[in-house]
């Protein structure tokens, strides 16, 4: 794979909005996990619940209102993103920018709200668009309206590795030459459908969740929004961020159950180490998927331990960030290259007693010291794998 420039890039989570409160938050290991207290949700359980998204969306977008893509909007106008893409679109023309996004569950929360108020046939009221908010499509269409894109623009709808695959598909489109720059990310917000469907799978944690703690219990949902943009990395300049490989895989094994041996993550870690000319002991740090599930993070560590063996750092930001599903690609991705640009290790501050059955490097502390190379992985329900490697520039 021929290395790709993650010239700009923005997230806002329950960290933080953008760049500088993200990282803060990163660097000091603090949680953005709290008790939940989301719209009807009764649920014994931690999220990250990202604060600010009341008002809705007016003007000529005003259809396409709905939490998901407030949430979008709120990413897109930090860190001085949507003035970085349209220098972009003045040097590539709209025609040639893509839209790559990922979500799961996309506006089903205006759909949730929508069926309380059916008239007496039954039918929803007559100010719900679908097309616009609950549609998988929304979230990039809203983006390459928001932006004023006219390239080539898909949604990726595999659950928990949605935008992590969203770089794929950008980079293949980029290589083909059918456009020279992309957009990539999306976004994943808090809905009834995912706080009671985890719930109901006894698979939330009623604590800030514990990726590989003896006593893990399960993930805490979160939401969040991220995007970056992805051009060819001709000139890019020394230091900056380049995205190294993708590697995809899917293992079919079970609807929500990965492979007990971690098969399909192994084989995706492989296919990203292939795609960037890389070796095991040619990465820095790994930014687990570590959902703090009993079978999830004993898969990953299966994975993990038998590609790298104990030799390179690991560990898992969920515990910070929740789990935030769809998002999940978009937002360790940017963790990752926020570790790279300012050297430092995330820790896992709510993981207090490994689990002493896994033998990966898991790093509770984080460390902070200079980065060279970064694997993400995203792994989601149906066996649906990606990982990605993140690199500076030498």
Do not use: W
Not at 310 to 329: E, F, Q
Not at 332 to 343: F, N
């Amino acid at each position: 794979m021929t290395p790709l420039l993650l010239s700009h890039f923005t997230i806002a989570s329950a960290l933080g909005i953008g760049r500088d409160q993200t990282t803060a938050a990163l660097r000091a290991g603090r949680s953005g996990l709290r008790p939940c207290a989301f719209e009807t949700a009764v649920v014994p359980t931690r999220i990250g619940m990202v604060e600010g998204l009341e008002a809705p969306i007016t003007g000529a977008l005003a259809d396409y209102d709905c939490r998901n893509n407030r949430l979008a909007l709120m990413a897109l106008e930090q860190d001085g993103f949507m003035a970085a893409v349209a220098d972009a679109r003045k040097r590539y023309g709209a025609h040639r920018i893509g839209v790559f996004a990922g979500t799961s569950t996309a506006g089903i929360l205006e759909t949730e709200q929508g069926f309380r108020h059916r008239d007496a046939t039954g039918a929803l009221p007559p100010g719900f668009h679908y097309r616009e908010t609950h549609s998988t499509y929304s979230v990039g269409d809203f983006v390459q309206h928001a932006l004023g894109l006219a390239g080539p623009a898909l949604v990726v709808s595999a659950a928990c590795a949605s935008t992590a695959k969203a770089f794929g598909n950008a980079a293949r489109m980029i290589a083909l030459g059918l456009c020279d720059a992309a957009v990539v990310g999306g976004a994943d917000s808090l809905c009834l459908t995912t706080l009671y469907g985890f719930h109901s799978l006894q698979l939330t944690d009623e604590e800030p969740c514990r990726p590989f703690d003896a006593a893990r219990r399960g993930i805490s949902i979160g939401e969040a929004g991220g995007f970056a943009l992805v051009e060819r990395a001709d000139r890019a300049p020394t230091g900056s961020i380049q995205l190294l490989g993708v590697g995809e895989s899917s293992d079919a094994h079970h609807m929500s159950s990965p492979h007990p041996e971690g098969l399909g993550a192994r084989l995706a870690m492989e296919k990203a180490l292939a795609a960037a000319g890389l070796a095991p002991d040619d990465i820095d740090y790994i930014n687990l998927h570590g959902t703090a599930t009993q079978v999830g993070d004993a898969a990953e560590d299966q994975a993990i331990f038998g590609l790298f063996g104990d030799r390179v750092g690991c560990n898992s930001t969920k515990g910070l960030t929740g789990h935030t599903l769809g998002a999940a690609g978009i937002v360790e991705a940017i963790i990752a290259a926020l570790s790279l640009e300012h050297g430092f290790i995330p820790p896992s501050p709510t993981t207090r007693t490994l689990d002493p059955a896994l033998r990966s490097r898991y790093l509770i502390q984080g460390e902070q010291r200079s980065l060279q190379r970064v694997m993400s992985n995203s792994f989601g329900f149906g066996g649906s794998n990606c990982s990605l490697i993140l690199g500076r520039r030498s």
